[in-house]
């Protein structure tokens, strides 16, 4: 995920804990990401503490009549909003008991408003059908945040299960604005290779290369060369959406990584190298410039460069000559 991107998707948790649009934040534009997170901690604490003791006596009385009715007054009377925050208190057996008797459509509602630092530990307790039930709704609803706050929550046994309810655009969509995304190589881990293979398919057929980009960048060295088999398949017309997105975007650096790690593969590279060979020449100027601004970026890209047209690789020595940056590789001799 890109800085800005992640403003973005900050800036949306927090105008939802708010009660307002995100534009009306605009404002905060400047405002670090670390700190709006900081904020919207902050009054999440203060709701839930300015209502602590009428949630108390919601969660005790629960806890004396018949769970049913307690679902159904939870729904009528508390709504979703409250429930969200009141669901703090809750302890895992009834979270799971209420969350099991209660619709999908206002499961979805709650999921929007509650604090995971509080909730978190009990979203492994809630039944797989259930929770499958909500995502089918907030996937539904384009709501990509919230489907990617909850999965660093849910037990790997039950995400494996509830991964297979979900297509590709909504695998890179949600992936693309996870907070933890330490968690996006265990998430990979769990998708069979075919699976994979759909994520790309789709990221073509959708224009979500920049979302596929972001995905193979922030996983492990394992999962990396899975990636990297499903980009040496890739017809050259994706390998050529998959690069224009990356100048779009601004994501070269990035996109880069991802060509290393396929040409650090002995048996693949090529489709990459062609992709880069077809590029614009005003594009292979970015790439020159990602390069010579990215001194351990470029060292790593030796293959990439060696492969580089003429021009570029004027271009890079011209720019990186300083011993600090060290020389290019030499061309390949033609004999």
């Given at each position: 995920m890109s800085d800005a991107q992640a403003h973005r998707s900050e800036t949306l948790r927090l105008a939802r804990v708010l009660?307002?649009?995100?534009?009306?934040?605009?404002?905060?534009?400047?405002?670090?990401?670390?700190?709006?997170?900081?904020?919207?901690?902050?009054?999440?604490?203060?709701?839930?503490?300015?209502?602590?003791?009428?949630?108390?006596?919601?969660?005790?009385?629960?806890?004396?009549?018949?769970?049913?009715?307690?679902?159904?007054?939870?729904?009528?009377?508390?709504?979703p909003v409250l429930?969200?925050?009141?669901?703090?208190?809750?302890?895992?057996?009834?979270?799971?008991?209420?969350?099991?008797?209660?619709?999908?459509?206002?499961?979805?509602?709650?999921?929007?408003?509650?604090?995971?630092?509080?909730?978190?530990?009990l979203i492994g307790g809630i039944p797989t059908d259930?929770?499958?039930?909500?995502?089918?709704v907030l996937r539904e609803r384009g709501e990509w945040i919230v489907l990617s706050a909850f999965v660093g929550d849910v037990p790997a046994a039950k995400l494996e299960v509830l991964l297979d309810l979900f297509d590709g655009e909504a695998l890179l969509r949600a992936g693309f604005v996870i907070e933890d995304l330490a968690r996006l190589d265990s998430v990979v881990a769990l998708l069979p290779d075919h699976r994979l293979d759909e994520l790309f398919v789709t990221a073509q057929e959708q224009a979500l290369w920049r979302e596929a980009i972001s995905l193979a960048t922030h996983i492990g060295p394992e999962q990396a060369q899975r990636i990297v088999a499903v980009i040496d398949r890739l017809p050259d017309a994706s390998v050529d959406a998959l690069l224009v997105a990356a100048d779009e975007h601004d994501l070269w650096e990035q996109a880069i990584t991802v060509a290393c790690l396929?040409?650090?593969?002995?048996?693949?590279?090529?489709?990459?190298?062609?992709?880069?060979?077809r590029l614009e020449r005003a594009q292979q100027e970015r790439v020159g410039d990602v390069l010579n601004a990215d001194g351990a970026l470029r060292s790593r890209a030796g293959t990439l460069i060696a492969a580089a047209p003429p021009h570029l690789r004027t271009r890079l020595r011209s720019r990186g000559s300083s011993a600090?940056?060290?020389?290019?590789?030499?061309?390949p001799v033609k004999r």
């Open positions: 009660g307002v649009e995100s534009e009306e934040l605009a404002f905060l534009q400047d405002a670090l990401v670390a700190d709006l997170a900081k904020v919207r901690a902050a009054v999440l604490d203060r709701l839930l503490e300015r209502s602590r003791q009428e949630f108390e006596r919601a969660v005790a009385l629960a806890d004396k009549i018949p769970r049913a009715l307690a679902a159904m007054l939870a729904q009528r009377a508390m709504g429930g969200g925050r009141a669901s703090a208190l809750l302890s895992a057996d009834m979270a799971a008991d209420l969350a099991g008797r209660l619709p999908a459509e206002f499961l979805a509602d709650v999921a929007t408003h509650v604090d995971l630092r509080h909730v978190g530990p259930t929770m499958g039930g909500a995502g089918r396929v040409l650090d593969d002995p048996d693949g590279g090529s489709a990459i190298i062609g992709g880069f060979a600090a940056q060290g020389r290019l590789p030499a061309p």
